[in-house]
């Protein structure tokens, strides 16, 4: 996480509505903001650690693996001030715990369609997940051609003297969708919001071709024979003797880490 930094100060800080802020002040309000982020950066850590576990898990249980890969992102000190100035929301801490949900970020990309609703499924499956809000773009996507699904959860992070359930919002789309939505961030940035109606026209058939792109390999996707997919069966019941007597015979088959699916 980037840290804080403070405009220049002056010995008796800068007014704040009228009152001089000392500089024993704005160290303490620094440390607490500081602390306060650390929970977003910990609530991202705590996804990506089960997003990977459930990859690791789907690639040993399965010949198909939904996820392709995973980023994330904490919003800068600065961009969630900044934002709460903008929606002129109450500046501390409770009230943007309770307005500003997308701090702590996480995306997932995956190959197809129906990836989306598998990964979804898994994530808010879980018995420590909440699901606070969905916001599906892909079935109602937006006016300039954006494509993803969106959903705001809350998970709990375990500090060392406090548990905090923190928001989170994860992003799960196709590599298509990922494509567009990296060019169309580079274009936004580039004209400062200001695009050209010419290059608005060319994204917005760009992102057609994203949508016609990911649902031709999603028919594609379900014509391929994918050979039948193994049961676990009940397997606490398995009996281990074979396996015993391969590791503890005069040449036995040793298991080691390299064994296990990568």
């Not at 980023?71 to 709460?84: A, H």
Request: with cysteine; glycine share 4%.
């Amino acid at each position: 996480m980037k840290p804080w930094q403070p405009d220049q100060l002056t010995a008796d800080g800068p007014p704040h509505n009228g009152v001089r802020v000392g500089i024993d002040d704005l160290r303490v309000l620094r440390e607490q903001f500081v602390d306060f982020m650390l929970g977003y950066k910990f609530a991202i850590d705590e996804v990506t650690t089960k997003i990977n576990v459930l990859r690791e898990d789907f690639n040993n249980a399965h010949e198909y693996n939904p996820i392709e890969h995973v980023r994330s992102r904490l919003k800068s000190p600065e961009s969630v001030l900044e934002k709460v100035r903008r929606k002129n929301y109450a500046m501390n801490l409770a009230a943007i715990r309770e307005n500003v949900l997308d701090i702590a970020g996480v995306r997932v990309v995956c190959s197809f369609i129906s990836d989306i609703d598998t990964i979804k499924a898994m994530l808010v499956g879980q018995e420590d997940i909440t699901l606070l809000e969905e916001r599906d773009y892909i079935t109602n996507r937006k006016p300039n051609g954006y494509q993803s699904l969106h959903l705001i959860v809350s998970i709990p992070v375990f500090r060392s003297d406090r548990t905090e359930r923190i928001p989170v919002e994860i992003q799960i789309r196709t590599i298509a969708m990922d494509f567009w939505a990296s060019l169309e961030h580079k274009i936004y940035y580039k004209y400062r919001g200001e695009v050209p109606p010419n290059l608005r026209s060319d994204l917005a058939q760009a992102a057609e071709v994203a949508t016609q792109l990911d649902e031709k390999m999603e028919a594609l996707h379900r014509q391929v024979d994918r050979g039948p997919q193994t049961k676990r069966g009940a397997v606490d019941s398995l009996d281990l003797s074979v396996l015993y007597n391969s590791l503890t015979a005069a040449h036995p088959v040793h298991l080691s880490p390299g064994d296990l699916p990568t």
